[in-house]
């Protein structure tokens, strides 16, 4: 499975088997989560089997996870670009954890995060988490904005656009806002910007991320 197939495959997942993630599997998740930690100076950490995370109190009454066992948190130093670059870095591991045949759900909240256990230096900050395991099931399409709201071009969409903009429109956000939108300001310069509101710098982080894979081509370049 290639990168856009994942993209294509992915949906957010809430509930888990009790299939451990180990092996290769494991092995290859910790790979990626090392080289999006040596590309972006984040701390993206790995926690397996921690039930706690996800259960117990008001939160595991009325979250709609369940039997979450293992999460992915990006944690980082306190700077400007942290939500994007947490976006970014979190969605490509996502990705990569699909093409392993896991399933995921980013979460802002509904996990307790007092429970969950990371190291954050001082300076530093837990940004999001990422539900990770076997799903129940492979989850389920979700309604989309049509491209003329995600993307806009002064003229005729050039093809490497228009793809980076579907595979953009696949992107998982918080609340399925999709507040993000890439604008083509010339031949080959692309602006990537959004509207205020909740957990929006991580949305397009994530929406980013999916442009850059569906426009794979080295024709273009971030503003
Ligand atoms: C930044 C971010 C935060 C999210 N937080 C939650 C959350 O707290 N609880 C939850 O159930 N889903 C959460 N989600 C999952 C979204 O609701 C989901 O991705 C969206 O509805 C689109 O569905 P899809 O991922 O299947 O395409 C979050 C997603 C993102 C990107």
Not at 1 to 18: G, N, P
Not at 174 to 196: C, G, I
Request: hydrophobic share 35%; glycine share 10%; aromatic share 10%.
């Amino acid at each position: 499975m290639d990168l856009l197939e994942a993209i294509k495959k992915r949906h957010a997942v809430r509930q888990f088997t009790d299939k451990k993630i180990e092996g290769d599997i494991k092995k290859n998740l910790l790979d990626i989560i090392d080289e999006c930690n040596g590309e972006s100076g984040l701390k993206i950490q790995l926690c397996l089997e921690d039930e706690d995370i996800f259960k117990g109190g008001f939160i595991g009454r009325f979250s709609s996870f369940n039997n979450v066992k293992n999460c992915i948190a990006i944690v980082g130093k306190k700077f400007k670009d942290l939500d994007e670059k947490a976006g970014y870095y979190g969605e490509k591991i996502v990705i990569k954890a699909t093409q392993l045949g896991l399933n995921t759900c980013w979460a802002a909240g509904g996990y307790n995060k007092s429970k969950i256990n990371v190291e954050i230096e001082k300076g530093e900050k837990l940004v999001i988490v990422i539900a990770i395991g076997y799903g129940i099931d492979e989850g389920k399409t979700h309604k989309v904005k049509p491209l003329e709201k995600l993307g806009y071009a002064k003229d005729k969409m050039p093809q490497w656009f228009r793809k980076g903009l579907e595979s953009a429109q696949l992107a998982p956000t918080a609340r399925n806002q999709q507040k993000f939108k890439f604008t083509l300001l010339n031949e080959n310069l692309v602006k990537a910007e959004t509207s205020f509101g909740f957990f929006t710098k991580i949305d397009l982080g994530i929406a980013k991320y999916h442009f850059e894979v569906g426009a794979d081509s080295k024709e273009w370049s971030w503003k």
